[in-house]
Structure formats: C-alpha cells, structure tokens
C-alpha cells in the first residue's frame, strides 16, 4: 500500500516571511523549541506540512502531544538526515518574475527541516543537499529560498547547525 498525505490551504506564499515559523505553538515542538517553537506569525504552509504528516498515519498515537514525531520511526535516532528540496534553478523562463514552480518554497522546507530536527535528536544532524542545474546560481537559490535565514534560526535557537551543500560542487564536470 502507498499512503499519500494530502493537506488544503491558502494557495499562496504571500506574507510568509524568513525563517518561515509556525506561528502556531505546536505541542511537539516545545522541548525542542522552548520560547521559540511558536516562532513567527501564522504560517498556513507550516500547517498544510503537519497535516500531511498526520494524514500519512506516522506516529498516529502520539499526534498533538508533546511525544509526537512523525518522522521517528523512519530515521535512525543520532543519525544524519539529508532533505532533498528541488532547487532547479534560480530563474523560471516560462514565468515573468515567479520562481515558485521551480524552487521548493522555503516555508516547506523549514517546517520538514523541523521535524527533520525533532527525529534526528539532540545528537543527529540535519543537511540540505541539492545538484541545480548548472546554468542556475546557488546563492541566489539560497536567498530567495531564505535559506541563510533558516541555517541562522537553528544556531539561534538551538546551537545547532543545518549544513547547506550543493552537491555541483562535489562532482568533477570537467572530467572528459
């Protein structure tokens, strides 16, 4: 069988800004979080993110308590966690000025990124990694992204890095 997690809400990014919080305090994020894990105003793609989590069945028991952990079960506790958005490129030819179709918005992928931490623990680690195309600017990615931002709220907040990698720069192109 092959779960799906499906999750309505506003049709839009508008508002959302970096580091792209909750907004929400959210029980499962307040050992984590402490202060912070309300952090932001209203983010609805945080929201849509945890429904589909919770429509998808993970840790079912537990959801809206303190012991939920969605992705617990899938990953090795103290392990390292990659998260692989799709920045495909900086720019979009088909699209005058809009990104959004070919950039996983940075609201999605903080609230995965959370809950990537939450999984991970205290000792686990968390990285982004993404191979663009090689027409495409990797820092322009990461600031429209907000991914800096992000990288920054997880050493504010919890001493802890989110590596950034893009992975172009481990693979030798020039090679005949």
């Known amino acids: 069988m092959i779960r799906v997690g499906l999750a309505r809400t506003e049709p839009h990014y508008r508002l959302l800004r970096a580091p792209w919080g909750p907004g929400n305090s959210y029980p499962e994020f307040v050992a984590l979080f402490g202060s912070a894990a309300d952090d932001g105003p ?5 929201g849509a993110v945890r429904s589909c989590l919770r429509a998808l069945g993970l840790d079912a028991a537990h959801f809206d ?5 969605p992705l617990g079960a899938l990953v090795r506790r103290c392990g390292r966690i990659v998260l692989k958005p799709n920045f495909i490129r900086h720019w979009n030819p088909l699209e005058q000025g809009s990104v959004e179709s070919v950039i996983t918005h ?5 609230a995965v990124a959370d809950y990537a931490f939450l999984a991970a623990g205290a000792e686990g ?3 982004i990694a993404e191979s663009p195309q090689q027409d495409c600017d990797f820092e322009r990615i990461r600031e429209i992204a907000g991914l800096d931002a992000i990288v920054r709220h997880y050493e504010e907040t919890l ?3 989110l590596e950034v990698i893009d992975l172009r720069s481990l693979v030798p192109w020039d090679v005949e």
Do not use: D, I, L, Q
Not at 42 to 46: D, E, L, R, S, T
Not at 106 to 110: D, L, N, S
């Open 125 to 127: 680690s968390v990285a």
């Open 159 to 161: 001493s802890r890095e």
């Open 65 to 69: 308590t303190p012991e939920w952990n």
């Open 42 to 46: 209203f983010n609805h793609v945080y």
């Open 106 to 110: 940075g609201a999605v992928v903080r």
